[in-house]
């Protein structure tokens, strides 16, 4: 918790020292301004660290920032892209012919975990294979979207656009195992 600005403790002492004063002139004793002087302060600053805190940050509707370590970042999509696979699998149960979209997500969420593993064998390549990665899973994101518009996006359509993310995963998984080779 932070420390009470100056103004809030002048404010504290100032309710505080009134409170004190009224009950002292009113009190049998002048012992009791103590404990309401006491009592009121600890009022006032509580008051204060309450309202001081702002309002609570908004619940995220979307998906929860990602780490920073690399293998932490990596292991957060691939977990994201099984997420996605998974909603897209629930979708395609209500469209018609769309069971080769929910294998094509599958494919391309199985192919993401290779190349998050492949991330986190070679450090130097991981930046590269993150940046793969969170674009792939943007693309997935849109085409489970695109699942549920109204207008009907076509079947043929979606199963293209997640083979061409797999294409890019794949592409990107090929290149790091030829660097890989090339430094044992």
Do not use: Y
Request: hydrophobic fraction near 50%; include cysteine.
């Amino acid at each position: 918790m932070r420390r009470p600005e100056p103004a809030a403790w002048a404010a504290a002492l100032v309710i505080a020292a009134l409170a004190a004063s009224a009950t002292a002139a009113r009190a049998p004793s002048p012992w009791w301004a103590l404990p309401v002087f006491a009592v009121m302060a600890a009022l006032v600053l509580g008051v204060h660290a309450l309202l001081s805190r702002g309002p609570a940050p908004p619940e995220s509707t979307r998906t929860p920032p990602l780490p920073a370590e690399p293998l932490d970042r990596a292991r957060a999509l691939v977990r994201r892209a099984s997420a996605l696979a998974g909603e897209i699998r629930a979708q395609t149960l209500a469209v018609p012919e769309a069971d080769a979209v929910a294998t094509n997500a599958a494919i391309t969420a199985d192919a993401a975990h290779r190349l998050a593993c492949l991330a986190a064998r070679s450090p130097d390549s991981a930046p590269a294979a993150l940046t793969t990665l969170a674009s792939a899973l943007e693309d997935m994101r849109t085409t489970a979207e695109n699942l549920t518009t109204p207008t009907g996006i076509p079947v043929r359509h979606l199963v293209e656009t997640l083979t061409a993310i797999r294409a890019s995963i794949e592409d990107k998984e090929t290149e790091i195992r030829t660097s890989l080779r090339g430094h044992p």
